[in-house]
């Protein structure tokens, strides 16, 4: 069963521009959601952050939203830069389970310069 | 600070064989789990190791089998390797709810 979900497998964005990945989960025990981007041959690289407690979390060129009645939480990028172009994952896990990460299939973005 | 180290970066096994994999955390962090990630089933939680106890388990096989020492490297080991087992197998360590992994080992069973 796919607690996680990426919905979206490729995601296309001029550079300058607004990128948004989203993600869906099914389960309502999660209370932490983290955001990763993955390059070939290397590690998932944390990016950001949020607790079920809050609704939006920002760092930079990043914020994260989640919309807990709709299980629902998206990452957005502003403004893209190619560099950004990379696999992006959402993961999530219960707290209280420790640090089991339920992870989506991931998002390819291709920000075009 | 260092980052997390797994070792080594690439394996070649046969079928039937076993294999052990590294895993050294960033200094500080006493929490290390273990991730495979394979085309088809994307990046699955295999476990966690605490204070060298395991702390948390995912849906494998008995033949996957993990510990964490003092100093908290971990290593995992898979016995009896069948194909399926090809991956790359990422190794992660923790601090405050945050993940940080290692580039992660490329095992290929052939």
Redesign the interface.
């Known amino acids: 069963d796919q607690q996680v979900k990426q919905n979206s497998p490729s995601l296309s964005v001029q550079e300058g521009r607004i990128s948004i990945l989203n993600c869906d989960y099914t389960n309502s025990m999660f209370d ?1 959601f ?1 955001w ?1 981007k993955k390059y070939p ?6 990016l950001i ?1 949020i607790s079920s407690i809050k609704d939006k979390n920002e760092d930079g060129r990043f914020t994260v939203f989640l919309n807990k009645s709709a299980k629902h939480l998206s990452l957005h990028i502003v403004p893209s830069q190619p560099g950004d172009s990379a696999v992006y ?1 959402c ?1 999530a ?1 219960v ?1 209280e ?10 998002t390819i973005l291709r920000v075009k310069s | 600070k260092a980052g ?1 180290t ?1 070792t080594p970066r690439y394996l070649i096994k046969t079928r039937g064989q076993q294999v052990t994999l590294s895993c050294s955390p960033i200094s500080g962090h006493r ?1 290390v ?1 273990w ?1 495979q990630q394979t085309p088809g089933q ?4 295999l476990f ?1 190791y ?1 204070s060298e106890t395991q ?2 388990k ?1 849906n494998f096989p008995g033949r996957f089998s993990g510990r964490q020492f003092s100093n908290s490297r971990s290593e995992m080991n898979v016995s009896t390797l069948e194909l399926g087992d090809s991956a790359l197998y ?1 190794c ?1 360590s ?1 601090y405050k ?8 080992t490329r095992l290929s069973v052939l």
Do not use: D, H, M, W
């Not at chain 2, 994307?42 to 939680?45: I, M, N, R, W």
């Open positions: 932490y983290l990763y041959a290397e590690g998932p690289t944390f952050s994952f993961a896990s707290q389970y420790g640090n089991k990460l339920v992870f989506g299939a991931g | 997390v797994q929490s789990s991730y994307g990046l699955q939680f966690e605490f702390r948390n995912g990422l992660a923790s709810n945050i993940q940080y992994f290692g580039a992660g």
